[in-house]
Each structure stands twice: as C-alpha cells, then as structure tokens.
C-alpha cells in the first residue's frame, strides 16, 4: 500500500481495535478478517480465531461461517472437523448458502460427521435452492454418480450447466466434459440432444 493508505488503514485498524475491546461484533468480525487476510497488518491466525470466536459467540453469522472454517483447516487452532460441524451448523440453519454448501461436503467425505450420501444431498438441495453454484455441481455430481438418487445424466447435465452458469467453473467444466464424453457410450439417445 502506499504510504498515504497504510497510515490510513492503521488508523482503522487502531479504531477497530478499541471497539472490538469494548464488545463490538461488528469491530470484531471485521478485525477478524483484517487479521485473517493480513491486510494492513501482519497475518495473524490466533488473532483472528480469537475475534471470529467473540464476534461467532456473540451470533455474528458470517463469524460463525467463518470459525468453522478456521476450525477446518486449523488456522489459529488445532484442526477440528467435529467443530467446523458444529459452528456450519449453528449459521446453515439461519439459511447460510456457503455453511449449508460445507455440511454437505461434510456428510459425503464423513468429516466431523457420520459419511452420509443422503444428508449431503440434503444439504447440497438447500444450498443448491438458494443458488450456490458449488452445491449445483455438488448435486450434479450426485446424479452424475447415482448418490443417494437414481442415476440421471440428463439432470446431472443440467445441474452442471447451471452450476458453470452460476460461476463454478473450476470443477464442474470437467465434469461436464467428463459427462459428455460418457453419454455417447452409456446412452445413446440422449447424446443426440
């Protein structure tokens, strides 16, 4: 940054600081980051589980998000899928896209959870509904491979196809070549469409 707009940004980050120490969510959520990305300021993961952990225990939805994303990987902490689970929970039930997106993740690899092809789904549906372009492809997958539904490459072409529409284009292009490719093997007619 220059010079101007480093000296900005410790000002903010010294006011950010003095709130967080007051009990502001928001001032915590946002240092969190702050720490978490390292901008401005030297990364620092212990610092950032620590505000994310407030700002998550205080019911800030984005910090829960986050802390079990900080649990995931161990950042800042030692690894815990089991609490990644339980954080992903707490914020996939008010509606969170991306949590939601996880616990499905979760239940198909059995990280923290059970293995569950059929909770994944579950959860890979809601994510989905809500127009999370990495469920999509997750569902595609699923009809794809015939987990937890019955085999369809149609809906799997279709759900792949909106998943790229939607943005994920790291997994889902080969997948969908992958798809193509087999469809003219396995089903014949429905490579003509």
């Known amino acids: 940054l220059p010079a101007a707009a480093q000296e900005e940004m410790e000002e903010v980050v010294a006011m950010l600081t003095e709130a967080a120490a007051q009990g502001h969510v928001e001032a915590r959520a946002y240092l969190a ?3 978490a990305f390292g901008e401005a300021v030297a990364q620092d993961d212990g610092r950032a589980f620590e505000l994310y952990r407030q700002a998550a225990q205080q019911g800030r939805a984005s910090s829960q998000y986050n802390l079990g994303v900080m649990y995931q990987d161990g950042r800042g902490c030692e690894q815990s899928h089991e609490r990644a689970v ?11 896209v991306d949590a939601q997106y996880n616990l499905g993740c979760a239940h198909r690899w059995g990280r923290g959870v059970p293995q569950s092809y059929e909770r994944a ?3 890979y ?6 127009g999370g372009a990495d469920a999509t492809s997750s569902l595609g997958a699923c009809y794809h491979n015939g987990r937890s539904v019955d085999m369809s490459y149609a809906e799997a ?7 790229v ?5 790291q997994v889902t292009p080969g997948n969908l070549q992958a798809l193509n490719d087999t ?3 396995d089903c014949p007619l429905l490579g003509q469409r």
């Open 183 to 185: 469809i003219p093997q």
């Open 157 to 163: 072409r279709r759900l792949y196809e909106l998943a």
């Open 33 to 35: 980051a702050i720490y």
């Open 125 to 130: 549906k809601l994510s989905e509904a809500q």
């Open 86 to 96: 339980e954080w992903w929970t707490k914020v996939a039930e008010q509606g969170d």
């Open 165 to 169: 529409a939607r943005g994920e284009t």
């Open 121 to 123: 789904f579950e959860l």
